[in-house]
Every structure is written in structure tokens, then in C-alpha cells.
């Protein structure tokens, strides 16, 4: 596509079950980057991928929160035993080497 | 700790006036700078890049660069209610970004 795509858009999930966000980068960006964004706050910086370097996981909150990239492919995050405080839009990113950004529209996650 | 400051708004300014949007940060090893804007509910899109020391402009808006300050800033000129929106400073591509500056012009 032309754009990052990310699905689901929105997910509504009970308190302590699994989720799993998906990223579909623009076709030959090296990099992509996974954010969260609470609502009224500014973008939290999770996770960043380039090429098949070992991944930025430097953001990650905790360890229910992973994510995995094959090449420079779709890129999953999932969230392990959700809970409340992880309501938030999810923002996936990709871009040539670390410079401008491209932004998806996101996945809205509420949690129960 | 890397760190971008921005101050948060709301920044209100009347239509056709030059809105000025300030951001510093804290890795003086920086080497690329970006604006993006943010309007309520939709992600960000990328206003403005900046790599050297000076001022880029792209229609009506002006970047403005000073490393020895480690200063960046956005200008935009005749200012419009459309241009209502949160204004994000990233610095490193995308691995730091500021909280962001509200914002509103007023019709």
C-alpha cells in the first residue's frame, strides 16, 4: 500500500487478556517505530526496528509489552495481561533510516 | 536522558499573525530535526525537516535551526484557523520527540 497500515483500528479487550497490534510499513522503509499516546499526551517512544539490527526496545514499559519484526516487514506488538493503564492509542512508524516519519492511523486500545 | 522541551500551549494567536513555536533539547550530538503536526485525532504528518544551522522555509512555514543553542524553532506565517493543531519537535529521527505545543488560531 501507500501508506503504513495498521489494524485492528480499534480493539476492545478485558483486563488481563492477551492483544496483538499489527504494522504493515510503506514498501522499503528500514525503519519502524512503535508508540503510545494516552489520551491529551504526547507520543511515548516503545520500540524501533532498522534493517536486521537488533531492536531499540529501550521504551517498553514493562514485560508485557514485546514486539517482533521479520526483515523489514509487518511488525506486531503485543501486550500481555492487559490492564487499565494500557488504554491508548498505539502508533506504528516507518521511515528511511532514522529521518522523517511516516505516520499509520493507529490502533485504539481500550481496556476493561 | 535524551530530552526535547517544548512548552505545552495553548499558544493562542489571532488569524494572520505569525505563530512561534519553540523547542530545545539536550543531546548536543544531534544531528536532525523535525516538526510534525498533530491534529486532535489523527496522527502526526511530518511539516518540516531540518539538518544545518539557519532557517528553511516551505510555503508558510520557516524552520529554524541553532546548534550552538541546541534551539530549534517553527515560524508560521499568516497564521490560519486550520493551522489549529498540536505541533510535535523530534530530534534523531524518531527516537525523541517533545510533548508537543498547542496550538489556536483564532478567527
Known amino acids: 500500500g501507500a501508506g503504513v497500515s495498521q489494524s485492528p483500528s480499534n480493539k476492545v479487550t478485558e483486563k488481563g487478556k492477551d492483544v496483538e497490534l499489527r504494522c504493515d510499513p510503506i514498501?522499503?522503509?528500514?525503519?519502524l517505530y512503535w508508540y503510545r499516546q494516552r489520551l491529551g499526551q504526547g507520543l511515548e517512544f516503545l520500540i524501533y526496528f532498522q534493517g536486521n539490527s537488533a531492536p531499540d526496545k529501550s521504551g517498553l514499559p514493562s514485560d508485557r509489552f514485546s514486539a517482533e519484526r521479520t526483515g523489514e516487514s509487518v511488525s506486531t506488538l503485543t501486550i500481555q495481561r492487559t490492564q487499565q493503564e494500557d488504554s491508548a492509542v498505539y502508533l506504528c512508524?516507518?521511515?528511511?533510516?532514522?529521518?522523517?516519519?511516516?505516520f499509520g492511523e493507529g490502533s485504539r486500545l481500550t481496556v476493561l | 536522558q535524551k530530552e526535547v522541551e517544548q512548552n505545552s500551549g495553548p499558544l493562542s494567536v489571532p488569524e494572520g499573525a505569525i505563530a512561534s513555536l519553540n523547542c530545545t533539547y539536550s543531546?548536543?550530538?544531534?544531528?536532525?530535526f523535525f516538526w510534525y503536526r498533530q491534529y486532535s485525532g489523527k496522527s502526526p504528518e511530518l511539516i518540516m525537516s531540518?539538518?544545518?544551522?539557519g532557517d528553511k522555509e516551505d510555503g508558510r512555514f520557516t524552520a529554524q535551526l541553532n546548534k550552538a543553542s541546541q534551539y530549534v524553532s517553527l515560524l508560521i506565517r499568516d497564521s490560519q484557523p486550520s493551522d489549529s493543531a498540536t505541533y510535535l519537535c523530534a530530534v534523531t529521527g524518531g527516537l525523541v520527540f517533545g510533548k508537543g505545543t498547542r496550538l489556536s488560531v483564532i478567527a
Open positions: 543531546d548536543r550530538g544531534s544531528q536532525s
Open positions: 531540518i539538518y544545518s544551522n
Open positions: 512508524a516507518s521511515s528511511i533510516s532514522t529521518g522523517e516519519l511516516f
Open positions: 514498501s522499503g522503509h528500514t525503519a
